[in-house]
């Protein structure tokens, strides 16, 4: 089962302060094939990458990302957190995010001028998380901050909401779309389908417990990542299930292990 996606969740997040640039950057030299990371909205509509839903785990601030302003959010500091290594770092734009892989994600015409392909200089791709709550013209505006940096055929948007899934694919229906989800259900195969999805991202304890639904998903077409096995002890069983990736923090150590066993 050689081509497993190795998925650097919100980057290389056992090294470096989650969602940073630095832990981004870290990711992409770990050997990661898709960089992971969530996007949120501020107060005046400028996406920025954060997981949580206020600023309070990663900075010294406080509030919800959608009450805060872009000057107040580029304020905060978030990664004395982490370690004091990392002190002074930022909450980044997603188009500083989108700066920073661009190039490691599209080979510029100097590259393939010299016969460098992807098949010898293999390319990351994205693993967008929009979360909820957000809006269409903030969905639109996200879209279109990767269109413009043309990486919309290496980007996968997901969700955990349907709805902000559905809408993605609306407004750019040729962008690869995937839903997290905690569990398996008896619905998942017609829900892949209607939403047109690529991917579905459980809980890794649900791939576990339901191979066959798996196995389902691939018959159709739809790849399962689960998140997040940091044991290297489930690794082996997480394969075995027949998954298309794995999402972890420890990025480094996954990029390892698949190569040593042929996976990669």
Known sequence: MAGLHRVAHRGYSAVAPENTLPALAAGVLAGATLIEFDVRTTADGVPVVIHDRTVDRTTGGT????????????????GSWFSPAYAGTRIPL????????????????SAEEAGVTPDTAPRIELLLEIKPPTTPEQVKVILGQVTEAGLRDRTVVQSFDPEIVQLVGEVAPDVRLGLLRHGFDDEQARVAKELRLSYVNPNLRAVLADPPAVAALADAGVG????????????????????AGLINDRTGELTGWMIARGLA
């Open 94 to 109: 997603l188009r500083e995010v989108i700066d920073l892989l661009r190039p490691h994600a599209v080979l510029a015409p």
């Open 224 to 243: 399962v990542m689960p998140w997040t096995p940091n044991d290297t002890a489930l690794w082996p069983a997480l394969v075995e299930a027949g998954v």
């Open 63 to 78: 509030g919800h990302i959608w009450e805060l302003t872009l000057d107040e959010i580029s304020a905060l500091e978030a």
